[in-house]
């Protein structure tokens, strides 16, 4: 590796331009580079919502959900389908394989729905994917003391159209304002006269304007079409509608056409007040930051322009949190970074050296900057934590060779000299180390799942930064050394070995040469006790692995809240309602609060999302712990009306466990779902147990009488009365005045009780209640289905911060209930999560040390060397169990990436050792001289480099600022006490297992010998 250096130092003007070059285009990058929340996720998910309004849910399951799941079952990398039916929708989700090509699958599904003739002619059905952009990246809530449909209508002129300029916009979706119909009612000479809202289907049907073809007139080619599509109210009014008796009559003289507001089937609140809310996705380019900043320039305009002193409550943006944690990690890696550099000042004495290898973290991390632009991704809490954790390492390679060029130039060598030598000697060792500890990240490529796609830019990054800090350390650093180390006085080669013989005396006065070498001697004279003692406490550590906390991915520290209300099915709107607005007042009273958002009521699509019930959305004081306020919350809403669930806003993955109850028989299922939920509700330690099995809800039963259907009146005419009474479906869609209207034909006012009900007309045979039986029945509020099979899912919120526990008390807890016949109990949800993380990545631990031994056979030409290097991992791990079990820090999946880390790290140190072993045996030493030689000269750029890598990741450890703490603080923890334990046996158990491998190797030889 002299090589680069020698190159380098015959060009260092042109490695100084080039450094600069490099230095520019990444600050350039830094402004460059998007700001997300974390890397785009695309969710293995294709969903599927057909709206059946009116339809109960055994209805919707028989004639909708089924036929959709069997048209499904053969979309190319289909997992799983699960299906909810509920009244008047039905959603089927699909999971699919990770990486199937998911645009792909949604041409391929609704190819499929759109050929399916065995669901109802009325059902359009909506298909969506699972895209993290799918999301809004910023949620406004619009109030005005206006009347809602002129606020709506001034948010679509002005809002809308503002909102869609601004750079990065995918959509802008607005929800909660209110719609308008053509309501046709049918005057009552024209009902008597026979006319029907099948005759008015007809008639507007009839309406639109025909195309007939072209007339050739000489040059001229002109299009024929024949009557017109109706625009207006007017136009509207005129279309004839065909008579019984025969003729036509205008639609205006047979009933009253009007343009009027629907009525709402949701409300929406910010903070009390009726609202609107504006919800902003961005395209992948966009830049969440950069959009929210514009959004913010664009309010105090836009408000004005609305009038009626209106007002944007911000209810949800991801910008300040992308910001403060981009402030937070920038602050803890200032922080490391000033560590790292006091480290070297110490152990150096010397500002220049310092000021020359510090030089490295910041052009490694400019490097990888510029490499990131490059290939397209973002700046977001994996990417800057990654560049926060790789400050303490990128700048062990520059310690190692200033410290290296140092001790050559203290023994009075030429300066040139000096430093191509010391760049040889360690330019292996550190090369090697460095490939290996990049290269421990690759396994993370074959990781799977949500796990791999959020890491792979983390591993990706800090890979990076390694090897721009290797070719740093070998091309910079010797330029700047050569330019800004003093060089050493001319002297003859007695005056050079003097030289030499007073700094190695120097060494090895030093106080840690005084307190290592002893300790060195000592267990090399007793090398199976210390082993010994070694295998002891490492047997020690791991057990009290019994005492370590466990979890997935920790809480992300978003200032945000969601409560869900769930009352009894059946509940109508003004009931949820008022049940919302008691759950407002108790939520104003909490502090930190600063805003609710309610939505009551909604439309299938969003219930997929939100899962259903009242939706209160919370923002909370930015400098509020949210883990508190929602203590408080649910204190404050513990004599609420419902169900009341309250969750942490965790970037949108599930932290609640999931217990999945299967059955073939309904009854059964229902039994088993009860039992399951009272069982668990009984464990000490476990947060809310909820199920989906609401309780049965009453409908109403028409049942058509034998006779009325012998008079031809039959279940579907009736259903069809039924229906243009109660639900009034669109029977026609009509352009008035550029805006689409939906057009309905009502009849008589809507009854409000069962007895008005039966009094309504059945036609010439009688009432409803002549005609057929009208009862109450129960019936299931919702259906859900897995693989076919009807299922429960019972939501268990951990409780606690040790998810291992929470798992092992549901499971025996499960195992004690005494199930029915053929039902069957299996734990997912984040347990699920946990088991498949914690497996794959298990599996790129033992990929990453294969790795790394592989590195080590080829730089060592040794297939036993290696593997008394390898004796560090385990004994990495005793530091970093220990360090945790102290802390209380969990050990979940970003605990298993810094371990992924430390294979690679905690080598380093034993391969820059036992390199220069080799190298001082290779020149005749015997193999004690070596280990002393060797682990004097290497003991001080070792613990230099670990104490710089420890001190460097202790602001993170600690959590100073809490930025990206769920992802950075368990890393640093682990590669903190993985470096302390590993460091020390390094430097003594290494030397140990050397000397009795190759004492035995030497007397092998010598017996052959003789």
């Known amino acids: 590796m002299g090589t680069f250096a020698a190159f380098s130092l015959r060009n260092r003007a042109f490695v100084a331009l080039t450094t600069v070059i490099v230095a520019v285009f990444g600050v350039i990058s830094v402004g460059s580079l998007k700001l997300e929340l974390i890397p785009n996720l695309q969710f293995p998910m294709v969903g599927v919502v057909a709206p059946y309004a009116g339809a109960s849910p055994e209805a919707v399951e028989q004639q909708v959900t089924i036929p959709v799941e069997d048209a499904l079952a053969g979309v190319d990398g289909l997992e799983s389908v699960s299906s909810t039916s509920a009244s008047g929708a039905s959603t089927v989700l699909l999971t699919m394989e990770y990486g199937t090509d998911l645009d792909r699958a949604v041409q391929q599904v609704e190819s499929e729905l759109i050929g399916l003739r065995t669901i109802p002619e009325s059902i359009d059905p909506i298909v969506f994917a699972g895209d993290f952009d799918q999301f809004p990246v910023i949620q406004l809530a619009v109030t005005a003391d206006l009347d809602p449909a002129v606020l709506a209508d001034r948010i679509d002129q002005v809002v809308v159209p503002a909102f869609d300029d601004v750079d990065g916009v995918r959509e802008v979706q607005v929800t909660g304002a209110p719609t308008n119909r053509v309501e046709v009612t049918l005057k009552k000479s024209a009902v008597a006269a026979g006319v029907s809202g099948q005759d008015v289907a007809t008639a507007l049907d009839a309406a639109a304007m025909v195309p007939a073809g072209t007339l050739t007139e000489g040059d001229r080619a002109l299009a024929v079409q024949v009557g017109t599509t109706p625009t207006s109210l007017e136009e509207l009014r005129a279309v004839p509608v065909s008579l019984p008796e025969g003729g036509t009559r205008p639609l205006g003289e047979l009933a009253k056409v009007d343009v009027v507001q629907v009525e709402a089937t949701s409300f929406a609140r910010t903070d009390g007040e009726p609202s609107i809310s504006v919800a902003l996705t961005k395209t992948p380019a966009g830049n969440t930051v950069e959009i929210s900043s514009q959004v913010a320039e664009l309010l105090p305009e836009l408000e004005r322009k609305i009038g009626g002193d209106a007002k944007f409550t911000v209810t949800f ?27 070297i000042l110490v152990f150096l004495h010397s500002l ?103 890491f792979r830019p983390f591993a990706i990054t800090v890979s990076l930064a390694l090897m721009a800090s290797l070719l740093v350390a070998l091309t910079i650093i010797p330029v700047l050394a050569y330019w800004f180390l003093k060089a050493p006085e001319s002297a003859d080669a007695e005056e050079l070995a003097r030289l030499r013989a007073e700094a190695e005396a120097a060494e090895e006065r030093s106080w840690l040469r005084r307190v290592y070498t002893p300790a060195l001697t000592w267990s090399l004279a007793r090398p199976w006790l210390v082993v010994a003692l070694a295998f002891v406490l490492l047997i020690g550590t791991l057990a009290l692995t019994p005492l370590l906390k466990t979890n997935f991915l920790g809480a992300t520290g978003q200032n945000t809240l969601s409560v869900t209300q769930e009352l009894e099915p059946g509940a109508s709107l003004s009931r949820q309602d008022d049940a919302a607005r008691d759950v407002e007042k108790a939520l104003a009273g909490v502090d930190d609060v600063v805003s609710v958002q309610t939505t009551v009521g909604g439309d299938p699509t969003t219930a997929v999302f939100s899962g259903g019930g009242t939706q209160f959305s919370l923002t909370l004081d930015e400098k509020a712990d949210a ?75 028409v049942q058509v009488r034998e006779a009325a259907e012998r008079a031809g009146v039959t279940a579907p005419v009736v259903g069809g009365l039924l229906a243009q009474t109660l639900f009034q479906p669109a029977v026609a869609r009509v352009d008035i005045d550029h805006e689409q209207l939906d057009v309905v034909v009502t009849g008589a006012a809507k009854p409000t009780s069962v007895q008005e009900l039966e009094a309504l007309s059945a036609g010439p045979a009688g009432t409803l209640g002549q ?75 033992v990929v990453a040390i294969a790795i790394v031994y592989m590195v080590m056979v080829g730089t060592f030409n040794s297939l036993v060397q290696p593997l008394i290097l390898l004796v560090s991992v385990p004994f990495a791990a005793t530091g970093a169990l220990l360090l945790q079990i102290i802390t209380g820090v969990p050990l979940g999946v970003a605990s298993l990436i810094g371990a992924l880390m430390l294979v690679g790290v905690v080598v380093t140190n034993a391969i820059v050792l036992i390199d220069l072993v080799n190298q001082t045996r290779s020149r005749g030493a015997s193999i004690d001289e070596a280990l002393h030689e060797g682990g004097g000269k290497r003991l001080r750029p070792i613990v230099m480099t670990a104490l710089a890598t420890i001190l460097a990741l202790t602001p993170m450890g600690l959590g100073v600022t809490g930025g990206s703490a769920f992802i950075s603080q368990p890393l ?35 017996r052959r010998a003789g």
């Open 317 to 343: 943006d991801q910008a300040p949190f992308i910001e403060k944690s981009v402030e937070d990690l920038a602050t803890e890696g200032g922080l490391g970074l000033l560590f790292a550099v006091f480290v």
């Open 352 to 454: 220049r050296s310092t000021l020359v290898t510090a030089i490295s973290i910041p052009l490694s991390l400019l490097v990888t900057l510029i490499g990131l632009w490059v290939g397209g991704y973002s700046l977001n809490i994996l990417t800057l934590g990654a560049l926060t954790v790789a400050i303490g390492r990128v700048v062990d390679d520059s310690i190692v060779v200033i410290e290296n060029i140092r001790r050559h130039l203290s023994y009075g060598t030429e300066k040139l000299s000096a430093i191509t030598t010391a760049v040889k000697e360690v330019g292996g060792a550190i090369t090697s180390s460095t490939i290996a500890t990049a290269a421990v990240f690759l396994p993370i490529g074959v990781v799977g799942g949500q796990v791999g796609e959020l």
């Open 627 to 701: 883990d508190t306020v929602q203590d408080e919350i649910e204190a404050a809403l513990a004599g609420s009306d419902g169900e009341i669930s309250v969750s942490t806003g965790n970037g949108g993955f599930s932290s609640q466990l999931e217990v999945v109850v299967t059955a073939t028989d309904q009854g059964n299922l229902g039994e088993a779902a009860e039992k399951v939920v009272a069982r668990l509700r009984q464990v000490e330690g476990l947060g809310a147990v909820s199920s989906d099995a609401a309780p049965a809800q009453p409908i109403l039963s």
């Open 771 to 845: 005609v057929a039986e009208v009862t109450e029945e129960l019936v299931a509020a919702s259906i859900s289905r897995v693989d076919g099979d009807r299922t429960v899912t019972i939501t268990v919120d951990p409780g606690q911060d040790n998810l291992g526990k929470a798992t092992s008390d549901v499971n025996a807890a499960l195992d004690d209930v005494d199930l029915p016949d053929g039902t069957e109990v299996s734990l997912g949800g984040v347990a699920e999560d946990q088991a498949e993380a914690f497996g794959q990545l298990g599996l790129a631990l």
């Open 972 to 1006: 640093a923890i682990v590669v903190i006490g993985g470096l302390v334990s590993s460091t020390l046996l390094t430097l003594v158990l290494v030397p140990v297992l050397y000397l009795l491998v190759e004492r035995r190797k030497e007397r092998r030889a010598a």
